[in-house]
């Protein structure tokens, strides 16, 4: 499994090898704080795999930044690089190689294709507890200058509640939890509400229903998953959107070109920019902890 798994690697690796030396040269602009807080965090997650996390996750950095927003990927999906795939990119570094002394941000965020701009998770945030005291305080201190290049920080995490993914998501000012309309997935996703919203301060939690098929479908998803959350958990969830079930996204995903740069007009893409310009212009509640307050809760728990 594990040889496929490198050969399937390989055989994609080295049709983009990215850098992240472009940084200091794209046209990202450096030094506009955004506000007093930082970026905005918004973690992506879902209950159930494969249901859409990195594609919306992705094709988001791209419709956001079409609206004139910087944005950064937190590939914090261990291990398995899945920004880099849907990019067609092979990423040499990651959050880790933070911990070498001549490493400095600008190396390990990745300029990618399509203008999106990511840095590759590592096993630097799921073994953070591990590291001693010293490398958290370095990775915190590098990390927390991302704020000079975001707007709007997109943290791709894993599924389902194990592998510190509560962690991520209770960490981050806003979460998007992204499910099919699969009964598996809802009482997947259900099982996410039930533990975010049992330690989240103050839980700031939207639905994404993936790969619907027609409206009443939507309906009925949010309809159900939203009165179960009100009942047994006494949380209120919002619908942030939908995305239609679109060939033309398994399609993008084979040539490893994001739907929304190569087909913008598909509905996936249609959709997925409406998801955008809710986050953007529809009611905000206000940043909480922001991007270093993230990092605090991830590196520094004890303060
Ligand atoms: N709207 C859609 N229409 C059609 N197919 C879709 C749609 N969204 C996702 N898919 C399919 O689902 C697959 C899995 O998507 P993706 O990799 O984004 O899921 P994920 O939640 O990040 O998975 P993992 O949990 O493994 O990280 C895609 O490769 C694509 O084939
Ligand atoms: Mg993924």
């Given at each position: 499994m594990n040889d496929q798994a490198t050969r399937l690697r390989r055989m994609i690796e080295d049709k983009h090898a990215v850098n992240g030396t472009g940084f200091g040269t794209g046209?990202?602009?450096?030094?506009?704080?955004?506000?007093?807080?930082g970026p905005r965090t918004i973690a992506i997650t879902s209950g159930?795999?494969?249901?859409?996390k990195t594609n919306l996750t992705v094709n988001l950095a791209i419709a956001l930044g079409n609206m004139g927003k910087r944005v950064i990927i937190i590939?914090?999906?261990?291990?398995?690089a899945n920004v880099d795939i849907l990019l067609g990119t092979t990423s040499?570094?990651?959050?880790?190689?933070?911990?070498?002394?001549?490493?400095?941000l600008e190396d390990v965020l990745l300029r990618g294709p399509y203008g999106v701009s990511y840095i590759s998770g590592g096993s630097g945030l799921e073994h953070a507890m591990e590291m001693t005291v010293a490398e958290r305080e370095i990775l915190f201190q590098k990390l927390a200058a991302c704020e000079d290049w975001a707007d709007i920080i997109l943290i791709d995490t894993g599924a389902?509640?194990?592998?510190?993914v509560l962690d991520f998501i209770v960490s981050a000012d806003e979460v998007l939890l992204i499910t099919t309309p699969e009964p598996t997935a809802l009482t997947d996703a259900y099982a996410v509400m039930k533990g975010y919203s049992s330690i989240a301060d103050q839980p700031n939690l939207k639905l994404i229903v993936n790969r619907v098929i027609d409206e009443p479908e939507i309906r009925e998803v949010v309809g159900t998953l939203s009165r179960t959350a009100e009942r047994f958990l006494k949380i209120s969830v919002e619908c942030l959107g939908y995305i239609y079930d679109d060939q033309m996204m398994i399609k993008s995903v084979r040539q490893q070109v994001p739907v929304m740069a190569g087909?913008?007009?598909?509905i996936s893409s249609r959709c997925i920019a409406s998801i955008a310009s809710g986050l953007i212009n529809g009611q905000r509640e206000k940043v909480k902890l922001g991007w270093r307050g993230f990092l605090k809760k991830i590196f520094k728990p004890s303060y």
């Open positions: 046209n990202n602009k450096i030094g506009q704080r955004a506000g007093k807080t159930k795999g494969g249901v859409g590939d914090a999906d261990m291990g398995m040499r570094v990651n959050l880790m190689s933070l911990l070498n002394p001549d490493v400095v389902g509640i194990g592998n510190n087909h913008p007009d598909a």
